[in-house]
Every structure is written in structure tokens, then in C-alpha cells.
């Protein structure tokens, strides 16, 4: 069955294209057609319209780093130790209707136990479960007791690696994650020190191109940002620069380098990012706009699921994005064409355009002029059939308390 979507304003994902009046024709799951309502072409004029009014359409969101088996709460690490596999499925299926019902259409899962992610993303696929487009990386590989161990991708030698790639590549997960440093959320694991030497990176990497799975890098400290650019991944997660006395310094060769590596950079800044910031004290100097200016490819990226980060607070991180400079427009672009980009689907979603998947979100208000407009939303359309989204809680970015002084960056990427 068409449907005919019209709205006073209509953002088609491309920088810099807006149609007043327009509106997009979906054809079951597919967008058909895209442009001024008035130009409809003749042959689809008897087609189901619904008109809109006064809102925004643009494309469906997407999240590039969630874990839908952490809860968002105060110790999802403890909580997904402490659960059964059924257990776990069932929060990750309501981690996904919750991610659905901001808006976000496409997510990418970077680390989840027993290969359950892959069991949610199939089930979305064939319509037993509502949730958005997931893109599934399985158990994150680690070295022995690293971060994340508990998910049970533990690989020290580069044999280890190899086979451990593929066995995912057996369990059908999409993608491979490395965690290239330590990170905060695992007890005896520092963010600041690398994991896996040059030669057990390059193995990872070289394995899954090899399969043709892309390789997403969780890396804090620069020498596991430099080792995961030498090993050729595709995306950068957190980059945070991340120094062994917990300040975080931008290092400007590293960034030259990103830049010229043609990596994504996920910075998974979230609704805890003022918090974040008042950690860092009046002299700290975010790298995320010196990434943006130097022309790093910044795409959207929230880590859900982690302590205090609940699903559903997705268009906080975009506020946060928003709040370190990004121009709105560069923000929205993050966050849907240049996101399906960075994870493969940039001819499957991210844009308003025919022949793409019917992924679109209806706001009131204009997100070009407020990002803030995205939390006040009023249609969500994933893979062509409309979705009433959950009542879920309210998640916008506070203000910035004042500084506390240089205490240990917990309060954002994981």
C-alpha cells in the first residue's frame, strides 16, 4: 500500500536540501518518490495522502553506538553480569522499542553477550519484534580479562584473533569490534594503555576486510588511536585522547592523521556530556570541535545502555554534538546520511531518496534552527510502517554545572 507523507518542511538528508510543501511517497517499504506535494506526478494521485501540517519530515535517526544489553542505569555493568541469557533478550528487545521511540530508525550494537544482538536484529528483520535497523558486532574483542572480558571475546595471540573473527563471521554479526584500550566501565582496565599490539590489530583487520566486515575501534588513549589507524579500522569510538593522569589532551598529529585516514569518528559524547564537562575545568579544550574543524568524518553515537545513559536519550547526545559547536545542519548530517555511511547502508538508509529504505521521522519545529526540535516528535516510520512510539523518560541535555575540578572522566564514553 502508498502513502503519501506531506509537511510544510521536508529534509531529504542531503547537505543542504530543504523543500517547503513537499512531501515522500512510500511504497511499502520503499521511498518511491521525494519532492514538491504540488508535482506529484499524475499517476499517484489517488494514493492514501497524510498530511502533516506544520512539521518537519527528514529522515529516520541513527544511533552508531548502543548496547542493548546494558540498561542505562546506575550499574548496567553488574546487571548484565548478573543475567540469564533469556534475561538479557528481553531488556534488549525493550532497549530497542526504546531507541525506536526517539526516533532513531537505525542503530549499531558494539557489544553484546552470546551473540544475542544478532538474535534482536533478526527478529526485527522478520517482524516479530519492533525496534529499529540493527547493525551487530557480537562479543567485542579483548585480551584476556580486558574490557568488556565478561562478554566472552577474549583473544590474546593472532591466531586467537584470526579464529575469534571468525567465529563471528560464522554467528552472522555484521561487523567486528576491537577494543583497541581500556576503558572505564571494567574493573583492573585502564583507557589510557593499549590492549593489542600492532600485529594482533592488524590480524583483526586484516580478517574481517577480508570477510568483508568493516572493523569499529574502541580506543581512549593515543597510542590504541594510533595503533587502530595503523591497523586500517574503519571507525574510531570515544578518540578521546585520554593521557595515564586522566586529563585529555588533542594531539594534532594524530588528529592530521585521522583526518587523512578517511576513519569515522564515533565520539559518543551523551546526555551526561555537561557533566562530563564540569569534570574537566575551565582549561580543558574539548577535542571534538578541533576533529570537526580539521574535517574528521563525526558521525552521531551515544553509548547507550551505559551507567546513566538510558536508550531513550538519543537527541541529547545530538544536543551535546550541538553544544561544543557543531552546526545544526552538520549535526542532523551526522546523524543520518553520513552515519549510514560510515556503517555500510548509505544505499540502504540516511536520506529521503527513491529506491532507499522508507526510514522518516516527523518533528515539530525546525531542527536546521533548534536540534532541540527532534525531542518533539510526532511520526516515526520505520522500514515503511508507522510505529506508535513507547512512552519512555525525559532526556535533555542540562546545562553545564560549574567546574569541580580535574577528576577522572567518567561521565562520558565508556
Same mark, same amino acid.
Given at each position: ?8 518542511? %521536508? ?14 511517497? &512510500? ?19 489517488? !494514493? ?28 548496567? @555493568? ?14 534488549? *528487545? ?24 544478532? @538474535?534482536? +536484529? ?14 551487530? /558486532?557480537? +562479543? ?29 563471521? $560464522? ?49 581512549? =588513549? ?6 587502530? *589507524? ?11 585522547? %585520554? ?11 594524530? &588528529?592530521? +592523521?585521522? @583526518? ?11 546526555? +551526561? ?11 580543558? $579544550? ?10 574528521? $568524518? ?6 547507550? =545502555? ?8 538519543? &537527541?541529547? =547526545?545530538?544536543?551535546? *554534538? ?14 543520518? /546520511? ?9 544505499? &540502504? ?13 516527523? !518533528? ?51
Amino acid at each position: 500500500m502508498m502513502k503519501f507523507y506531506t509537511a510544510n518542511r %521536508v529534509l531529504t538528508g542531503e547537505q543542504g536540501e530543504v523543500h517547503a510543501g513537499a512531501g515522500v511517497l &512510500v511504497d511499502g517499504d520503499t521511498i518511491a518518490w521525494v519532492g514538491p506535494a504540488a508535482e506529484l506526478p499524475p499517476d499517484y494521485g489517488a !494514493v492514501e495522502r497524510v498530511e502533516l501540517g506544520d512539521l518537519t519530515l527528514l529522515p529516520g535517526l541513527i544511533d552508531s553506538h548502543v548496547h542493548l544489553g546494558f540498561d542505562g542505569g546506575p550499574a548496567p @555493568v553488574e546487571r548484565m553480569k548478573a543475567e540469564s541469557d533469556p534475561q538479557q533478550l528481553v531488556l534488549m *528487545l525493550r532497549s530497542a522499542r526504546e531507541l525506536l521511540s526517539v526516533g532513531v530508525t537505525t542503530a549499531r550494537d558494539l557489544g553484546a553477550r552470546s551473540f544475542l544482538d544478532v @538474535v534482536v +536484529r533478526d527478529a526485527i528483520d522478520t517482524g516479530i519484534a519492533r525496534g529499529p535497523r540493527m547493525v551487530t /558486532a557480537g +562479543r567485542p574483542l579483548t585480551v584476556t580479562g580486558g574490557h568488556c572480558w565478561f562478554m566472552g571475546g577474549e583473544c590474546d595471540t593472532d591466531d586467537e584473533v584470526r579464529r575469534m573473527v571468525r567465529l563471528h563471521h $560464522k554467528m552472522g554479526v555484521d561487523l567486528i569490534k576491537v577494543m583497541s584500550t581500556g576503558g572505564f566501565m571494567t574493573a583492573g582496565s585502564a583507557p589510557w594503555f593499549a590492549q593489542f599490539t600492532d600485529g594482533q590489530l592488524a590480524a583483526a583487520v586484516g580478517e574481517a576486510h577480508r570477510l568483508g566486515k568493516r572493523v569499529a575501534a574502541h580506543a581512549h =588513549g593515543v597510542e590504541g588511536i594510533r595503533r587502530a *589507524l595503523d591497523a586500517g579500522v574503519d571507525t574510531l569510538e570515544h578518540c578521546s585522547f %585520554v593521557l595515564p593522569d586522566g586529563r585529555m589532551s588533542v594531539d594534532d598529529e594524530l &588528529v592530521a +592523521r585521522i @583526518v587523512a585516514s578517511g576513519a569515522y569518528v564515533c565520539p559518543t559524547v551523551n546526555t +551526561r556530556y555537561a557533566e562530563f564537562l564540569a569534570t574537566r575545568g575551565e582549561d580543558f $579544550k574539548p577535542s571534538l570541535p578541533v576533529l570537526h574543524e580539521r574535517g574528521a $568524518k563525526i558521525i552521531a553515537g551515544t553509548d547507550a =545502555g551505559i551507567d546513566n545513559v538510558p536508550h531513550y536519550a538519543y &537527541v541529547a =547526545g545530538l544536543e551535546a *554534538l550541538a553544544m561544543v559547536g557543531l552546526p545544526a545542519d552538520q549535526v542532523l548530517y551526522a546523524a543520518t /546520511a553520513r552515519a549510514a555511511e560510515a556503517l555500510g547502508l548509505g544505499e &540502504v538508509t540516511g536520506r529521503l531518496r527513491p529506491g532507499l529504505s522508507a526510514d522518516l521521522i516527523a !518533528v515539530e519545529g525546525d531542527p536546521l534552527a533548534d536540534i532541540s526540535a527532534l525531542h518533539s516528535l510526532r511520526l516515526v516510520v520505520a522500514r515503511g510502517t508507522p510505529f506508535q512510539p513507547d512512552p519512555v523518560g525525559e532526556a535533555a541535555l542540562p546545562a553545564p554545572p560549574a567546574p569541580t575540578g580535574l577528576a577522572m572522566a567518567k561521565a562520558v564514553s565508556r
